[in-house]
């Protein structure tokens, strides 16, 4: 897979994740019911094609990046539910990711902003506080493949400043946002002057908690401080874009940006936003964490002038994890059958087709619960959110509803019930056994693409149960 691309003949890429901003919070996807102003991902929408019906791989943060940086679902690994706080990494060391593959093709690859899949320190699991001057192993550079790092870990390290395999910096969390910011641009700008396309990965800190928008940020939503860092972060991502235009580099570069789930309710006090008038998930149900759409549809923009027509819109399912084969059939790469299992092209719907290969996803909640989701039927194999929105998993309540004859199981036509409000999972029982019969044989073929079958890393339980007696 070694190449000597070019710029002038290889586009660059440059791909930018927002940390918990639910599908509601941008106003190109939620004018009705979104009061917060974003107008740098507006514009970024307005030049590219907006995807409608996209998904992050889990409802929660490591997961989500896990998938996006391989092309396979998280769940296919040891981690089965939440998220990791530290120690080895999750992408195992004969993975392929998406930054080894295209630095096989002749990029200059770099991440700025927080990895959150797995990283040693002096090759101990520390949870808190770093010393500068620790060594990382097990990070963006020895598992992800890149050639450069700025940045962090996770919020729990948010003052822990890296700079590729060393820390360098204790700084203050209200920092880190202007800190990535400035790195991000700075990269972009020494970029410029080079021939050898890039791939820059900027996985923003924010709105994530904590909360924390710099002071001319401050009141400027007129909401409350969640708000102020959304608008904040659609700053940033303005500013990287503008960094682009300003080095000559838009017209040849294809920028993707989306979010690795949906909004926190408790960090975003989504109670008080709604009572605003702003509803970070639209009309999708539930938040980050649940297995609802508002958890995981994300908002997923892409420009690229050379092939994206301006103002276009595609409503076909996409998955993050669907960026690793894209970008390997835009540089004509066939991909080993070892990797990128979960993945698929979605360059088609780019290219203006309304044909696309992907006919279903596979949605993870943050406990651990599955969804399947094949043309407009969503089955939930969970009578509840599977997260945090109320009613959360309870062993007392599954073993009620079948005192009561309901179902465990949820399933939605969601070409008219997008809010997953009417469960007809009584009414379709045929549908309900076909789309978990689906989804049995995507996860023990250790893949949903064709190709050989896979041996997933664990054993995968799908039917989980709420702890107690149920």
């Keep these: 897979m070694v190449g000597t691309a070019t710029a002038a003949d290889t586009p660059n890429i440059v791909i930018m994740l927002a940390d918990d901003m639910g599908f509601g919070e941008l106003q190109c996807l939620n004018p009705d019911r979104g009061k917060i102003p974003t107008p740098q991902l507006d514009a970024i929408a307005a030049a590219g094609i907006v995807f409608t019906d996209a998904h992050s791989g889990s409802s929660v943060c490591t997961p989500t990046r896990y998938g996006l940086m391989t092309g396979r679902y998280a769940w296919r690994t040891r981690l089965q539910s939440g998220v990791l706080t530290g120690g080895k990494s999750l992408i195992a060391e004969d993975r392929l990711t998406l930054a080894e593959m295209l630095s096989a093709q002749g990029y200059h690859t770099a991440i700025v902003g927080k990895w959150h899949l797995g990283m040693l320190f002096d090759g101990k699991h520390i949870k808190g506080q770093v010393d500068v001057g620790a060594r990382v192993t097990h990070g963006p550079l020895d598992r992800g493949g890149f050639d450069e790092f700025h940045g962090f870990h996770h919020a729990r390290q948010i003052r822990t400043w890296v700079d590729n395999d060393r820390v360098t910096a204790d700084i203050d969390a209200v920092e880190m946002l202007p800190r990535l910011t400035a790195a991000a641009v700075d990269y972009v700008a020494r970029r410029a002057a080079d021939k050898q396309p890039f791939f820059l990965y900027v996985p923003w800190s924010s709105p994530h908690s904590p909360v924390v928008p710099s002071a001319d940020w401050q009141g400027r ?89 301006p103002g276009s819109r595609c409503d076909s399912l996409v998955c993050l994890t669907d960026v690793m084969r894209t970008m390997a059939e835009v540089l004509q790469v066939d991909l080993p059958v070892d990797a990128a299992e979960d993945s698929h092209s979605f360059l088609p719907a780019l290219k203006g087709s309304p044909d696309h290969s992907r006919q279903d996803v596979i949605h993870h909640s943050v406990s651990g619960y599955f969804a399947i989701r094949r043309g407009d039927w969503k089955l939930n194999l969970c009578p509840d959110s599977g997260g945090w929105t109320a009613p959360k998993p309870s062993a007392a309540k599954w073993k009620q509803y079948r005192r009561e004859g309901r179902p465990l199981v949820q399933l939605y036509d969601m070409s008219d019930d997008m809010g997953e409000q009417t469960n007809l999972a009584n009414q379709h029982g045929d549908t309900v056994a076909s789309l978990r019969a689906l989804l049995d044989d995507q996860v023990n073929r250790g893949r949903s693409t064709p190709g050989p079958e896979r041996s997933n890393d664990v054993e995968v339980v799908i039917d989980k149960r709420p702890k107690g007696k149920s």
């Design 221 to 309: 939503s007129g909401l409350n401080k969640h708000a102020d860092f959304v608008m904040q972060t659609d700053d940033s991502f303005g500013q990287v874009m503008q960094a682009l235009i300003d080095g000559g580099l838009a017209e040849n570069t294809i920028v993707i940006c989306s979010s690795d789930n949906g909004t926190s309710a408790p960090t975003s006090n989504l109670k008080q936003l709604q009572s605003m008038g702003h509803y970070p998930s639209g009309q999708l149900r539930g938040s980050k964490a649940d297995i609802w759409d508002g958890g995981h549809r994300v908002p997923f923009l892409v420009r690229w002038p050379a092939v994206v027509k």
